[in-house]
């Protein structure tokens, strides 16, 4: 058994950065939600470790590392070939498969790639949770497209705002083309400021739609 001691270092002990849905909660509502999280992610590592014991042998020496070392960049551990493997288990009481990593994490991850699987655990609170597995390859290939899709999604953003103007110049039908939205140059004065503001929102606004469909599309990216 690898002493989690010798792993968890300062380049993998790191505070979990927050989320962005919770910008603005106050403390009592963050207080509640990570009392939350806690719990989903006790039920959600106490549902992965039953499943590995009826999985593994005695020989495996499957051991829950995160019970004796909270701080543990990984949750469990178990020997498979004579290899070392390690057991990250993120879990929700929602049906999604959605999940933050530390860049903690994700320094271990990117280290033991090769042995390193991650268990996502849905309707954690259900009498039958669901789950999928991901290795760091999955994971790679996750982050490899929403960067991808969200890039497009930018571009995409400012071509649709550009057919927009054309479509307002052809609405008012005086032979000139509005740029921008007649609006935002009253709102902002002058004409470069509004056409500015207007690209930079429309390719915002892109970008999260192109976004949030990697997200809707993650349950198909099981491995699993």
Request: charged share 25%; net charge negative; hydrophobic share 40%.
């Amino acid at each position: 058994m690898i002493d989690p001691n010798k792993v968890v270092d300062n380049d993998y002990v790191v505070v979990v950065e927050q989320n962005p849905e919770l910008a603005g909660a106050t403390n009592v509502s963050y207080e509640l939600i990570n009392k939350s999280r806690a719990e989903n992610g006790k039920l959600g590592e106490k549902f992965i470790y039953g499943l590995l014991l009826e999985k593994l042998t005695e020989d495996s020496e499957l051991y829950h590392t995160s019970l004796d070392f909270p701080q543990s960049p990984y949750d469990m551990e178990y020997i498979e070939n004579g290899e070392k493997k390690y057991i990250e288990v993120k879990s929700t009481s929602r049906n999604k498969s959605i999940f933050n990593m530390s860049s903690g994490e994700l320094k271990f991850m990117e280290k033991y790639k090769d042995s390193y699987t991650l268990y996502m655990v849905t309707d954690v609170k259900a009498d039958f949770p669901k789950y999928k597995q991901y290795t760091y390859y999955d994971i790679m290939k996750m982050k490899k497209e929403l960067f991808s899709r969200i890039f497009v999604g930018l571009l995409g953003g400012i071509v649709i705002s550009y057919l927009i103007t054309i479509g307002i110049s052809l609405a008012i039908g005086d032979g000139s083309y509005y740029s921008c939205v007649p609006s935002l140059i009253e709102r902002f004065g002058n004409e470069v400021t509004a056409i500015i503001i207007q690209t930079v929102l429309s390719a915002v606004l892109g970008a999260g739609f192109a976004g949030a469909s990697v997200i809707w599309e993650i349950d198909k990216w099981s491995l699993l």
